[in-house]
């Protein structure tokens, strides 16, 4: 397969979440004794960046009458743009999911650590990517 | 209906014939790649020398009306799923690769078309062979660009399309095609190179040659390119390649609908090709 600018750019969040699994299983690292309020701020940071990226699709719509818009949508590049975001909004949902599932179960157990490391890793992973193209396609209206 | 020459050049073991040939097989909403717009819509690969094929797109923004002398233009009705189709005939040489292309102002044309076809070549899995069309010079524009002994300036205008389907299909991430110059921004790049100011001073050769074949391959995004230099007698000289490229004007009579038959055009196309090759030169 050839490695594209394109490819790199679908694959490195998870390549980074991937990473960052690694490191977690090879050092094993373990919540505080009461990992009640790191989950409860984790939950709120994936609300907040699951709001933001919703509310992200609403100002790409916005700006649906631009030329440039209009430009990227009939080249494709827009389905592309709004696939990453997608796939943000549902990394954060899944994230979320995982702390709220930590208030119910053992949740300082290195199975647990490592799901809480690598799917909050590849949420933040996959909303910067999503912001900073987003910044970037402002940048042209 | 105006006809250019142009060169098909084929990168790798997989022929032009054959791809279409493969492409035809598919079923007719399987044909567009990569969501492009564009598609295959009848080959003939039939024949023992050239290989005929129509490509077609979906009309966009304005279509045509109907009326007459005594009627207003009235909208033509069309039905759930129909647009306005333009075609884009194209007749090759299978030995030389040499073609003749119809122009088609609202149609594919020819850089779409190249897209269409490496796109196609991909999809299909053919990754290592591509293909590279670019318009062809009247022979005197050939003769006349390598008599020029000095090359004093190269000047010319090229649309940047910035982001577009075939660099997407091509592997260019969205960061980078959003790094690009977009609508709304700078569409088309001037760029003049000139030699220095002595009387004999000369840009190089084999780089004014190379931006004169790149230019050819940009077909349509070239808006002006122009060649300045003097001859072996010392004679200013200036080459537009935009004039200079080989075209014909063959006259046809609308068929069916105003609109000018496939067998006609596809005849149009084959004499046109003849003739260019009757004719000799770097054409022949």
């Known amino acids: ?61 916005s700006i649906s009458s631009s030329r440039v818009y209009r430009h990227l949508k009939s080249q494709g590049v827009i389905d592309v743009l709004f696939e990453y975001l997608k796939t943000a909004i549902y990394a954060g949902i899944l994230f ?17 650590v490592d799901l809480w490391v690598v799917t909050g890793a590849a949420m ?17 209206v | 209906m105006k006809i250019l020459a142009v060169q098909i050049q084929q990168q790798g073991d997989l022929r032009l014939t054959d791809l279409l040939a493969e ?22 690969l039939e024949g023992d020398l050239h290989t005929y094929a129509d490509f077609v797109k979906a009309r966009s923004g304005h279509g045509p009306g109907r009326m007459s002398s005594h009627a207003p233009l009235t909208e033509i009705d069309l039905g759930e799923g129909e647009f306005f189709g333009e075609d884009t005939g194209l007749i090759f040489d299978r030995l030389t690769g040499k073609a003749a292309l119809q122009f088609n102002q609202f149609g594919p044309r020819l850089r779409a078309i ?10 299909l899995g053919h990754d290592q062979s591509s293909f590279a069309m670019g318009q062809c010079l009247k022979p005197d524009a050939y003769a006349r660009l390598a008599q020029l002994g000095i090359y004093k300036e190269i ?55 190379a931006i004169v074949n790149d230019l050819q391959r940009a077909g349509d995004a070239v808006k002006r390119a122009v060649v300045k230099g003097r001859d072996v007698n010392g004679r200013k000289e200036r080459i537009d390649l935009i004039e200079e490229f080989l075209s014909v004007e063959a006259d046809l009579r609308p068929a069916r609908g105003h609109r000018y038959a496939r067998p006609d055009r596809w005849i149009s196309l084959r004499n046109a090709l003849n003739a260019w090759q009757a004719e000799g030169g770097p054409f022949a």
Request: charged residues 15%; neutral net charge.
């Open chain 2, 114 to 123: 190249e897209d269409y076809i490496n796109i196609a070549a991909r999809n």
């Open chain 2, 155 to 209: 000047d010319y205008k090229i649309s940047v399309p910035g982001a577009d389907r075939a660099g997407l299909a091509a592997g260019r991430s969205v960061g980078e095609m959003l790094r690009a110059p977009l609508p709304g921004g700078v569409e088309t790049i001037n760029v003049r190179l000139s030699a220095s100011t002595k009387r004999d001073s000369s840009l190089n050769p084999e780089g004014v040659m």
């Open chain 1, 1 to 61: 397969m050839k490695i594209t600018s394109l490819l790199i750019e679908r694959c490195w969040p998870f390549a980074g979440s991937a990473l960052c699994l690694a490191a977690s299983v090879k050092w094993s690292p373990t919540f505080p004794p009461d990992a009640g309020d790191l989950l409860a701020t984790s939950a709120t940071v994936a609300s907040v960046i699951v709001g933001f990226l919703t509310a992200a699709a609403a100002l790409i719509l």
């Open chain 1, 96 to 112: 979320l999911i995982v702390c709220i599932a930590g208030f119910f179960f053992e949740s300082n157990t290195t199975l647990y």
């Open chain 2, 23 to 44: 492409i035809q097989a598919l079923p007719l909403a399987a044909r567009r790649f990569a969501g492009s717009d564009l598609r295959l819509d009848e080959a003939n």
């Open chain 1, 124 to 140: 933040m992973l996959l909303f910067l990517r999503i912001t900073g193209l987003l910044l970037r396609l402002i940048g042209h």
